[in-house]
């Protein structure tokens, strides 16, 4: 069993965006907030902070999960993944590609938990309908985009993803 | 928005968990899927002293098909069922609800004895539980294990029949039965957010196609999952023709609450609707069982 008293730290390790990290978290530190401060993964986005907005999404050991609604010391020996992982401007990812080209972003507040989302549910559901997009956007909140460029950029990255 | 401070243990063992609620009591809270434990920590609505982190119990993420019934393990999370074609097909009321159940990005973590613990008076598991009179098992250190009837479990508003030393390790879904058609609808504001109503229904239909069984439960409506009293529609043929009278007796006596979602009569005008909805799809599928054991 392992044990930390609210005062005190424990020293946990674990994989962030490919790269390994060791650092001394205290109980109450929720991994979106590890993951902004001591592993500077300001993709991160921190909405609601109760699991409603879906800002903070990200992947740990494969599935997409609210990074609010864990704890850091949680994760020790876990593989956490952020919007990171996707691309970079010179190299987009074909979601962040789709995502430009049919403006499914304004602000960009929600974008980087949209993607985590998109990109884990289109490797179990390759071929998804409107509908399960749709469905899968429930989970996320945009305020600028009204969602439907936001589902037929996700419909278009699996249609390029399939081919 | 962040939790109060709490003393934090992670047992590798049933055993040492359970020995950690009988020393705190109700000052600890077991953390399992913390998609209801968490928010409300970082709210502050909760600030327990001990937080006992179960994730890393072995073993306890089964789901098995056992004696006619479907087991969910302590720590089966509601996306481990949803990828379940076996478990789905075991218990269609199951199937029909969980996509309603938060989002699909919480019901990663989420688990299903986690959502029965909780006993939010809206939620999906609860209600499902009841309708198909499934049971809870709980363990403690002291009186090791029993098995609760989902009926007898939810008290009141996040209230269960739990002990402070007691843990759900498992629950017991009962499986689909030849005869039996089910049904589940659910109104929100918008999908995945908590239900302003929600209707599971079970009919069992003797070959002769008269009605041996009719269970009709809302959500929403009240402090815990309400089964409505419809054994009078019992022992006979029912038509579609019945199906209005059965779901006004159904939302008879009824009180639900009136809230910023919705006022009490409207709950109970859409509590009707969906009712009717869930009475009509359910005995459609009863119909169609009994269809496939005539031939």
């Known amino acids: 069993m392992s044990y930390c008293s609210k005062d005190g730290r424990t020293t946990i390790s674990l994989e962030v965006d490919g790269k390994r990290v060791k650092a001394a978290v205290s109980p109450r530190l929720l991994l979106s907030d590890f993951l902004r401060g001591p592993c500077a993964a300001k993709g991160v986005h921190v909405g609601c902070e109760h699991g409603v907005c879906g800002a903070c999404t990200v992947r740990v050991d494969g599935q997409a999960v609210r990074a609010c609604l864990m704890l850091a010391i949680q994760t020790d020996g876990s593989r956490v993944e952020t919007v990171k992982v996707l691309g970079i401007a010179d190299a987009m990812h074909p979601l962040q590609e789709r995502f430009q080209a049919r403006h499914a972003l304004q602000c960009g507040f929600c974008t980087p938990g949209i993607l985590i989302s998109a990109q884990t549910y289109l490797r179990e559901h390759p071929a998804p309908t409107r509908r399960d997009i749709e469905e899968l956007l429930s989970g996320h909140l945009c305020r600028c985009t009204g969602y439907t460029p936001i589902v037929d950029a996700i419909l278009d990255a699996a249609e390029l993803e399939r081919r | ?295």
Request: hydrophobic share 45%.
């Open chain 2, 1 to 295: 928005m962040k939790p109060a401070p709490f003393d934090y243990y992670c047992p590798r063992s049933l055993d040492e968990a359970l020995a950690l609620l009988a020393q705190y009591g109700d000052e600890a809270k077991v953390l399992a899927g913390g998609q209801s434990l968490v928010p409300a920590m970082n709210m502050r609505l909760a600030r327990p002293g001990v937080i006992v982190d179960v994730n890393r119990l072995p073993e306890a993420a089964v789901i098995e098909r056992c004696d006619g019934s479907l087991r969910v393990g302590m720590l089966a999370r509601q996306a481990d069922l949803e990828r379940m074609p076996v478990a789905l097909d075991a218990v269609p009321l199951l199937a029909q609800a969980l996509p309603h159940v938060g989002h699909w990005q919480t019901r990663n973590r989420g688990t299903v004895c986690g959502s029965l613990a909780h006993a939010d008076p809206s939620a999906e598991l609860p209600l499902a539980i009841v309708v198909l009179d499934g049971a809870i098992e709980a363990r403690s250190s002291a009186r090791g294990t029993r098995w609760i009837a989902a009926g007898q479990f939810f008290e009141s508003y996040f209230q269960t029949a739990l002990q402070n030393d007691e843990i759900v390790v498992g629950a017991s879904f009962p499986a689909r039965r030849e005869g039996w058609g089910y049904a589940f609808e659910e109104f929100a504001g918008r999908h995945g957010d908590f239900a302003i109503v929600a209707v599971a229904c079970a009919v069992a239909l003797e070959p002769n196609g008269v009605a041996s069984e009719v269970r009709l439960g809302l959500g929403g409506v009240a402090d815990k999952p309400h089964l409505a009293p419809l054994t009078a529609y019992c022992g006979r043929v029912l038509s579609q023709r019945d199906l209005p009278e059965i779901a006004n007796a159904a939302v008879a006596d009824i009180e639900p609450p009136s809230d910023l979602r919705g006022s009490a009569r409207y709950r109970r005008a859409l509590a009707t609707n969906l009712a009717q909805r869930a009475l009509t799809r359910a005995l459609a599928s009863a119909r169609t069982a009994c269809d496939g054991l005539a031939q």
